[in-house]
């Protein structure tokens, strides 16, 4: 009889736990057809992204829009884990833990800040063969209005054939070496921690060696200043100022920044980036600060922190549900935004040939080349417009794209050509 009742009471510790926690799933498998809930999600401009009532489970009839938004709306089976939709189906329903029911269906309307039209322009510019993402932020407002993530899924094909990765998020749920964009942290440590910067040189030619340990550039630039050191993006300047910095110093500047912390929008959480912790000496510090070594950036990460270079220091985070206040900080120093604002001007004008490459767009920028130590690279290019019409922060990624102006510079232009145009 004890052994009965032990048996019992473990069962009923077993089922208790599961119904805690699987038993909202429970109650929504058939929950659509009883509840009588409807929801209906929709972009800025009205254009549906997905519906459900008691009996449809529909997404937009187009196909590039339901591939091109489909990490943003998900699915009905909640497959990728920043989705809406699924977020939304739970929430209409109402589960009641107490009961173990859901009681009547609400009718709902989520009108978001994404542009539909916009991301499908970035989804058209990568194209089907490439892996990467983009976003857009109004940095004066913190309104997401695109992100893409590619390869997508358009939730309706049935085929069964999805390529690796493609339930991925790469905006916000995966983190990548980012190469020479994360020279504007070390820029940013610099210009507020090295007395005497601006009247500073250094001297590139072939390598230059720390410890022994040898930093190749891509170019011979020769003797140059700050401005002309970031301009050339010079990876023997750089290292030299990452270890002058100190590596102590470039992790504060990292974590106050955010690169190294989960973040949330709107309740949909973000993977962390890393950055070499340990005690690592002064060549892998310098590695380090040109974005190698153990650097990993998520790219929503980095678009925060030029949403706030752009804003004149000040980060409104960003956020896709209208209507709440946003919340605002001091993520940079002022001064420091200023500068790090002029020095991306310099690039587009000196090195990127922006007249030509960015017609009409008073673009401000940086590009990144990452290593991976097989021959390939991945392909940045980060930046804002300094433009008060048009206030966009952008953050490209292609995988193992090569050069950063050559591939993600190129679909950058086309998309912001695009939304200066029509938004």
């Known amino acids: 009889m004890l052994l009965i009742a032990a048996l019992v009471i473990f069962g009923m510790g077993v089922y208790l736990t599961r119904y805690i926690e699987h038993g909202e799933d429970w109650a929504l498998y058939f929950a ?4 009588g809930a409807t929801g209906h999600i929709v972009d800025r401009n009205g254009i549906t992204l997905a519906y459900f ?6 997404y937009s009839p187009d196909r590039v829009t339901r591939a091109a938004n489909y990490h943003i709306t998900g699915d009905y089976w909640g497959r990728t884990g920043t989705g ?22 609400r009718s709902t309307q989520l009108e978001l800040t994404y542009d539909a039209r916009l991301n499908n322009e970035i989804y058209k510019a ?15 407002t913190g309104e997401l209005l695109g992100m893409v993530s590619a390869p997508s899924v358009d939730p309706l094909d049935t085929s069964g054939e999805q390529r690796d990765g493609a339930f991925i998020n790469r905006c916000i749920s995966a983190s990548f070496t980012p190469g020479s964009i994360f020279k504007l942290v070390t820029a940013a440590a610099a210009i507020e921690n090295i007395k005497g910067l601006d009247s500073m040189q250094w001297y590139c030619e072939d390598e230059f060696k720390i410890a022994g340990v040898p930093f190749i550039c891509v170019a011979n630039h020769y003797t140059q200043n700050f401005e002309q050191a970031m301009a050339n993006s010079c990876n023997v300047a750089f290292a030299q100022i990452a270890v ?15 690169f190294l912390d989960g973040h949330s ?4 959480p973000t993977v962390r980036g890393s950055f070499p912790l340990e005690f690592v000496g002064d060549p892998e510090t310098g590695w380090a600060g040109i974005g190698q070594s153990t650097d990993m950036v998520v790219p929503y990460s980095m678009l925060r922190f030029l949403c706030a270079v752009a804003n004149g220091g000040t980060l409104i985070e960003p956020h896709f549900v209208p209507g709440e206040q946003a919340e605002t900080s001091q993520l940079v120093l002022p001064t420091t935004a200023d500068r790090l604002k002029a020095l991306m001007r310099n690039n587009a004008i000196t090195h990127y040939e922006a007249d030509s490459n960015f017609p009409g767009l008073p673009i401000c920028a940086k590009t990144g080349t990452a290593e991976l130590g097989d021959g390939d690279s991945h392909s940045w290019f ?12 952008f953050v490209t990624l292609i995988e193992r794209g090569g050069f950063g102006l050559s591939r993600a510079g190129v679909i950058t232009n086309k998309v912001l050509q695009w939304a200066v145009k029509n938004m």
């Open 53 to 58: 009532d008691e009996v449809r489970s529909v």
């Open 244 to 258: 002058k910095v100190g590596q102590n110093t470039l992790i504060r500047y990292a974590r106050d920044y955010g």
């Open 126 to 140: 990568i194209g089907d063969w490439a892996s990467g993402c983009m976003m857009v932020c109004n940095y004066r």
């Open 382 to 393: 980060v930046g804002f417009l300094d433009d008060e019409d048009h206030p966009y922060a």
């Open 265 to 268: 929008i709107d309740g949909i």
């Open 84 to 105: 809406i939709l699924s977020r939304l189906w739970d929430d209409v329903h109402g589960f009641s833990l107490l009961t173990g029911t859901t009681h009547v269906g």
């Open 32 to 35: 659509r057809a009883n509840s």
